[in-house]
């Protein structure tokens, strides 16, 4: 069976880094990217996913950024994500976190 994982990353390198090792990992995934808010929405609402890989900083240039962390507490009010797995990346550190 196949499974759907969508990354949700700003940075390429960064999701090219993830693309390899997901696809290294089981060749039976499918990864749809999003690299902005947007997107990623577009992308729940068409697919549907089996795991979230999603950068808490998604806006490198707003001091404070946590709109991954944002994106998450509104995927889980969408009924068929509330059990969903998330995993939270970040290459960014923020103290404050």
Do not use: C
């Not at 693309?19 to 068409?46: G, M, P, T």
């Amino acid at each position: 069976m196949q499974r759907n994982i969508l990354v949700v990353e700003d940075n390429e390198v960064h999701m090219n880094a993830l693309h390899i090792i997901i696809k290294d990992l089981h060749r039976d995934v499918k990864v749809y990217y999003a690299n902005s808010l947007e997107k990623a929405f577009q992308l729940v609402l068409e697919h549907h996913i089996h795991l979230f890989l999603i950068d808490i900083i998604l806006n490198t240039q707003k001091p404070g950024d946590v709109s991954g962390l944002n994106f998450a507490k509104e995927i889980r009010e969408i009924i068929k994500y509330k059990f969903t797995p998330l995993v939270f990346i970040t290459s960014l550190e923020d103290p404050k976190l």
